[in-house]
C-alpha cells in the first residue's frame, strides 16, 4: 500500500474515498502539513497502490495494513475512507487515538430503520455501468458528489482532475468498493466505540445526508460533530474550515 509521509507535528493519518486517491485531499494538505505530520494513504487498488487482490478493499484489512505502516496516529476518513477509518478505531483503539470522519456514516444506504443514506439500487446501478461504460459512470458519480454544493463546478473539475491522475482504478476494484458501500453496517458497534470522534457533514450532501453524522456523532461516546455549508467534499469547498476545525478537535482531545 502506498503510503506518502508529508509535514510536521503530531501524526495524522488520510484516507481518501471510492475511485480517488490521496490527491484529492491537496487543499486540506496545504492547510494542515505545517501543524501535522501528514500520512497520504492511496488505498488498495487506487492511485499509486497499483497492486490489487480480491479483498484487499475490505476496511478491516485495509485499517490493519495502514496501521501497520503508520505511526499511531489520528486517523481521518473521507466518504469510503471513513469507513475504513472507523473499522481502525474499532479494532485498533491503542493505534489510532481519534476519528475525524468527513461526509461518512456507519450506514451509507438507507433501510427499513435508516433514512439516512442513498438507495441500494444507486450503488448497484453504478457497478452494472463500470462493465459497460467506464468513464461515463465515474464522471455520473463525481457529479452527485458535488450536487448541492455552493461550489459544485469548481468541486466538479477539481475531482476531474485528480480521479485518473495517477492512472485508472480497476473495474475490479471500484465494483469491490460498491459493495462495500452497499452492504456495510456499522451502526451497532457504534457503540463501543472508545476513542474520540469528529462527525464533519456537508449540509447539503447528497450521498451522506447531514442527518447520518449528527446520528453518528450523538450515539458515538466522545462524538462531536459539524455541519458546513458544503456538499460531499466539503474539504474542497472549505479546506480551511475543515483544518480548523480538526486542528481544534485534536487539539481539544490531546489536551484532555
Known amino acids: 500500500m502506498h503510503i506518502q509521509t508529508t509535514g510536521r507535528g503530531p501524526d ?34 487506487h492511485g499509486a497502490s497499483r497492486d490489487y487482490a480480491p479483498g484487499a478493499l475490505d476496511p478491516a484489512a ?20 471513513g469507513l475504513v477509518a472507523l473499522r481502525g478505531a474499532l479494532d485498533r483503539p491503542g493505534h489510532v487515538r481519534a ?8 450506514r451509507f444506504v438507507v433501510g427499513a430503520d435508516w433514512p439516512h443514506g442513498v438507495g441500494a439500487e444507486t450503488f448497484r446501478a453504478f457497478a452494472d455501468g463500470l462493465g459497460t461504460s467506464y468513464h461515463a459512470t465515474i464522471e455520473r458519480f463525481l457529479v452527485l458528489e458535488t450536487l448541492g454544493s455552493p461550489e459544485a463546478q469548481s468541486e466538479l473539475r477539481a475531482l476531474r482532475q485528480q ?30 466505540l472508545t476513542v474520540p470522534s469528529l462527525w464533519i457533514a456537508g449540509r447539503r450532501d447528497r450521498l451522506i445526508p447531514a442527518g ?25 469547498s472549505h479546506a480551511e474550515a475543515v483544518a480548523d476545525a480538526v486542528d481544534a478537535f485534536l487539539g481539544t482531545e490531546a489536551a484532555a
Do not use: K, N, Q
Request: hydrophobic letters at 55%.
Open 62 to 81: 485495509c485499517a490493519h495494513a495502514i496501521a501497520a505502516a503508520t505511526p499511531p496516529a489520528a486517523w481521518l476518513g473521507w466518504s469510503l475512507g
Open 163 to 192: 480521479v485518473f491522475a495517477r492512472g485508472e482504478p480497476d473495474a475490479a476494484v471500484l465494483c469491490d468498493g460498491l459493495a462495500i458501500l452497499d452492504t456495510t453496517d456499522l451502526r451497532a458497534e457504534l457503540a463501543t
Open 12 to 45: 495524522l493519518v488520510l484516507i481518501h474515498g471510492w475511485a480517488m486517491h490521496s490527491g484529492i485531499f491537496a487543499p486540506l494538505v496545504a492547510a494542515l502539513a505545517a501543524r501535522y505530520t501528514l500520512h497520504l494513504v492511496d488505498l488498495p487498488g
Open 99 to 106: 476519528l475525524v470522519a468527513i461526509a461518512a456514516s456507519p
Open 212 to 236: 447520518a453524522m449528527r446520528w453518528a456523532a450523538e450515539h458515538a461516546p466522545g462524538g462531536h460533530y459539524l455541519e458546513l455549508a458544503a456538499g460531499h467534499a466539503p474539504f474542497l
